[in-house]
């Protein structure tokens, strides 16, 4: 069974920073390709970054490129979303998900397992 927690969402003020963090249990890290969605209220979730299947390569959807940057840490089985220059429009839940196959890193129907999700709010 694969868990996937994730820690690190708060209240921040537009240009601040924060770091989220995903704890998977179940299976060593490298098994999968990661991935962060996010949902804004009232609206569908939507992907916010992503690894290649092989692990070489990040993606990031237009909205956050430049601002946030994925990474892993293979050895404490953990994935981090680095958030800086928030924006109000950077609000939402944050999701944590794995994938056990190749697949696009940008659907979210190629993930296997999701986190439970953290509150991100950024006032302006």
């Known amino acids: 069974q694969v868990q996937l927690v994730e820690s690190g969402g708060g209240l921040v003020q537009a240009g601040g920073s924060l770091r989220l963090s995903c704890v998977t249990s179940?299976?060593?890290?490298?098994?999968?390709?990661m991935g962060w969605f996010r949902q804004a209220p009232g609206k569908e979730r939507e992907f916010a970054a992503g690894?290649?299947?092989?692990?070489?390569?990040?993606y990031y959807a237009d909205s956050v490129k430049g601002r946030f940057t994925i990474s892993r840490d293979n050895a404490q089985n953990t994935v981090y979303l680095q958030m800086n220059s928030l924006k109000p429009e950077d609000t939402a839940i944050y999701y944590c998900?794995?994938?056990?196959?190749?697949?696009?890193?940008?659907?979210?129907?190629?993930?296997?397992?999701w986190g439970q999700g953290t509150q991100v709010t950024v006032s302006s």
């Open positions: 179940g299976r060593t890290l490298s098994s999968y390709a």
């Open positions: 998900a794995a994938r056990l196959s190749s697949g696009s890193a940008y659907s979210e129907g190629a993930y296997d397992y």
């Open positions: 690894f290649s299947w092989s692990g070489a390569r990040t």
